[in-house]
């Protein structure tokens, strides 16, 4: 579903943000007029306090207003004390979130210790047997039971919940009943939301998870969307799973939540990347310097005015040479337009000028515009086009003077892919002075990447790595990209375990995935296909299995 096919005003041209209640998260609000807050998530063994307490300090002094701890059972939530007690004798009171899969009784045991819990509406009823037919009031049921002995607890206790959608592990009902879409990501949440909302708890924040930008970006406005009409106001966290590691993981973030930020959606964000935790924050810090200006707290238009597009559907245009029609879009520089081309500053295209483009089917549209007008420019030159049914290609132009690597990743991530994740530009161009041509040239293909539009690379698709993980996660991931990171069009997973791992590794078309000490499974999409090898053995029994698939073109062929 499109609520706005016709790509016309569909996302604000200003800064404005959905508003939302304040939750308290311990000492810590999030949400209402408070800053974005940025958190993260520790990647040690729960029960190795000494270990998570050092890497909690590290990511609160480099910034993190929230530390999320995995808790896989009842001691490690019950740990979260000790954890909580270490870190205040060394002076930090930073609020804890216990990260809570499929056991009710850990989550339950967590709220009582932690400022909050999140759970996983996907997995929270898994010890229970829902049939995907069963009818909407059975499950209602069901999770009103399982739910409201964790209420009760968030209530007495002042803790917060979080109901956190994930795109690789919604519930066979869910799928059953709406699909992998945004509205099964969107319902699955508000199914548990309504719950809370009838018994008055209100502490809950919501977010919509993928590894795929189109589809967290989708879900989120979906969710805003429908939290309107049912008139709730709950803030909303963003991140982008799996994004991996390196430049593709902070260009996949950067757009995926930077294009959410923009639209005013976004009150607490967690960049995931398979690096140290600490690495994440600055990275944070940068996203949102780069969408809203670093203007980290609310502005004064409160009203919401977020993006209607929740299904890909590229803008109709005329091909012209390698340009536009079913073209992927192109990374263009002046030599490489075909065709007639009319390069004009957005700013100065007049009328006229639309209406000779409309009728000549061998113009391209270079439409120039500066990093810092370019949001509201291109979006009103794109309703313009659509309001003339005209189909001339466009490519965007944009010009970044004087800015770092760091800077210029950030902004042009989010700049090109929030126009490209609703179908828009036929071609992208970044000019900015002072950078190298190559350099330009793979930030330009990891953004076209990043948005889903054009696969040039391997797509590596990692986890961050929790307490869960059972071998070195960023050591493996080089490793693999190091094997296979000259093959295209292939997504490979590499997963820290196998509870959330094969669940979570979206749509990959392989899975590297830790199965148990030194043992990983290798998956070839969503089936298992080798059990518990060895660890040394495991990439060579990949690409053993990526050759009988038909999938390697290895340098020796
Ligand atoms: S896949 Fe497993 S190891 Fe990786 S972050 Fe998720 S829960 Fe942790």
Known sequence: MNMNPCHSND?????????????????????????????????????????????????????????????????????????????KKRGFNIPLIADVHFNPAVAETAARIAEKVRINPGNYLSGEKIQPDASTETVRQRIREQLMPLITLCKDHGTALRIGSNHGSLSEWVLARYGDTPEGMVESALEFARICLGENFDNIVISMKSSNTRMMVYSSRLLVQRMLEEGMDYPVHLGVTEAGAGEDGRIKSAIGIGTLLREGIGDTIRVSLTEEPEMEIPVAGMILQSAIGGQRSAVSDRQSAVGS??????????????????KVPVVATDESIPGQVIAVRVSSLTDEMLTTLKHNPDAV???ESEFDTCHSELRTLFRKLNDRHCLTPVVIKISYPRMDPHQLLGRSSIDFGSLLIDGLGDGIWIDAPGHSLESINHLSYGILQGSRCRFTRTEFIACPSCGRTLFNIQETLQRVKERMG?????KIAVMGCIVNGPGEMADADYGYVGAGPGKV??????????????????????????????DWEGYDE
């Open 365 to 367: 549209l270079v439409a």
């Open 309 to 326: 597009i929740i299904d890909y559907q590229r803008r109709i245009t005329h091909q012209v040479g390698e340009i536009g029609g079913t």
């Open 11 to 87: 996302v604000p041209s200003s800064p404005v943000r959905f508003r939302t209640r304040v939750v308290m998260v311990g000492d810590v609000p999030m949400g209402g007029d408070h800053p974005v807050r940025i958190q993260s998530m520790t990647t040690t063994p729960t029960m190795d306090t000494l270990r998570t307490v050092e890497q909690a300090v590290r990511l609160i002094q480099a910034g993190c207003e929230y530390v999320r701890i995995t808790t896989r059972n009842v001691k490690e939530a019950e740990n979260l004390t000790i954890i909580k007690d270490e870190l």
């Open 521 to 550: 499974s290798l998956y070839k999409a969503k089936t298992i296909v080798r059990k518990n090898v060895d660890e040394k053995d495991a990439l060579n029994a990949l690409e053993e299995l990526m050759r009988l698939n038909g």
């Open 486 to 490: 000259h093959l295209k069009n292939i």
